[in-house]
């Protein structure tokens, strides 16, 4: 899945002593040009970076970190260049009051054992150890860092490594995803859904812990926007409908221009909130004129989590977070629930109503008609589609009680029948059975529902939990 990401601002600051400048000639500018050739391809993974230089002394610390809390970076990221005293460090990490990765990243796989012993003058060769002497601090490093209580992480590896850039494009993606979730404005719109005790949340510890801004928007004024949609206006959301949906002939004109209408609505509802995401879910009395909105919400629902504006029915705050991550990662993020289980193929079954995400379909989704809802007011029109076969991940946003975590799983979307009711509906197969991860999933206290993207995303994940400095708990 293809998105267009956003830029993030990083710090980069290199580290050395500088009692070596003067005694090994070149030293300095070897590593500065390392530091360049990180910050570079920092640059071409969407990466902001604002580089501190090489930090050697106690007041170029203080000077490198005014520099990041004056840019508002996401994440520090330090460069072992060689060996750096923990007295230099110490003070960035103290008052940068952002996550740390340390980077002992050596300029090759290996030293040239042959170059450097085959050289005449003991001091050149120190020189170019010295420059591949990054692991040396690694563990000093740490030993503060913990004594101090300061929250790092450790990438190592060499300059030219793919799991090495891979790493810290990792990074870069969660840090993002903070971002994102912390400048995020997600609308509730109606109520829980009686009863569903699983769903219901503290929506204030969800701000602060993501830091995303929660507005409450009424039933009322997306009646407003939709009394006044008008011919133009419906003209060009049904030929949206045709555009973006397999749209199934069952579909009668009624259904379509009802949903058309309401998704007009909603489109004017986010606009005017400047929302990104959003929870829903309303009944009200049969036959009120609210009932004639939420029966017909689901299309216009499915559209706004396509452009990556998730909304979770059934007022899921804590799964249109769950959603809103996976899309920040560019992984789609379409609402499930377990539907059941096929013991003869190992696999389990997830699906819902709406909405879904096009960008992660296997093949165009169908807008098709639903005689009623289950457990819910009403009929109206729905959507068919199954998750693109390969890798999946399963992300469920928790709350325990200690807090809020996050609950990971990553498996595939198979090929098999499944069943065409009008709903998203995929088959998975987990490495650890079918039973094994349906009893570890539901132990670990999720809700029922959860979002799943493309592509396996855990180790991300893991590295969203961390900036959060929440716990993530991974059944497979």
Known sequence: METTKSTVKVGLIGVGLNTYWEQFEGLLPRLLGYQKEIKEKMHRLHADVVDAGMVDTPQKAIDATTLMQNNGIEIAFIFISTYALSSTILPIAQRIKVPIVLLNIQPVSAIDYQLINSMDDRGKMTGEWLAHCQACSAPEFACVFNRAGIHYDIVTGYLQEDIVWKEIEAWIDAARVIKGMRENRMGILGH?????????????????????????????????????VTETELKDKLQEFNDKFDVVAECDTYELERAARTSIALDKLIAAHNLGSMAYYYEGYSGNEYENIVTSIIAGNTLLTGKNIPIAGECEVKNVQAMKIMSLLGTGGSFSEPYAMDFNDDIVMWGHDGPAHFAIAEGKVKLVPLPIYHGKPGKGLSIQMTVKHGDVTFLSVCEGKDGVFLLVAEGKSVEGPTLQIGNTNSRYRFNCGARVFMNKWSKAGPSHHCAIGVGHVADKLGKVAFLLNIPMVRIC
């Open 192 to 228: 829980y859904y009686c009863g569903m005790l699983d769903v219901y949340t503290d929506t204030t510890m969800q701000s602060t812990i993501f830091g995303t801004h929660i507005e409450q928007v009424e039933m009322c004024e997306l009646k407003a926007y939709r009394d006044a």
